[in-house]
């Protein structure tokens, strides 16, 4: 399975931004997918994830409220929907797979796609 992030950029702060990754292969609808984010001199940390029927959804308390995680298994994609977008947000955004449906270890990995939020 390979995985490639898109839509990362440079935003205000308030901004929205929707980040997406789509997925080859023909087992996408059948993962766990989620988004993780690592910050310069931080630590990678969970951001969002979504079941493989998109019907629960799991965030982080730092993104709580303003970020959205949704799929589209008819097109092997997953996007990350960020609004109201703070500084504290910039940070290379990977998204991730679990083969094996859960949460708590991923399989297969993106190469990331850079967001910066200015102030």
């Known amino acids: 399975v390979q995985l490639v992030e898109s839509g990362g950029g440079l935003v205000q702060a308030g901004a929205s931004l929707r980040l997406s990754c789509a997925a080859s292969g023909r087992t996408f609808s059948s993962y766990v997918m989620a988004w993780f984010r690592h910050a310069p001199g931080k630590e990678r940390e969970f951001a969002a994830a979504i079941s493989w029927s998109g019907s629960s959804t799991y965030y982080a308390d730092s993104v709580k409220g303003r970020f959205t995680i949704s799929r589209d298994n008819a097109k092997n994609t997953v996007y990350l929907q960020m609004d109201s977008s703070k500084p504290e947000d910039t940070a290379v955004y990977y998204c991730?797979?679990?083969?094996?449906?859960?949460?708590?270890?991923?399989?297969?990995w993106g190469q990331g796609t850079q967001v910066t939020v200015s102030s």
């Open positions: 991730a797979a679990s083969k094996a449906g859960t949460y708590n270890g991923y399989d297969y």
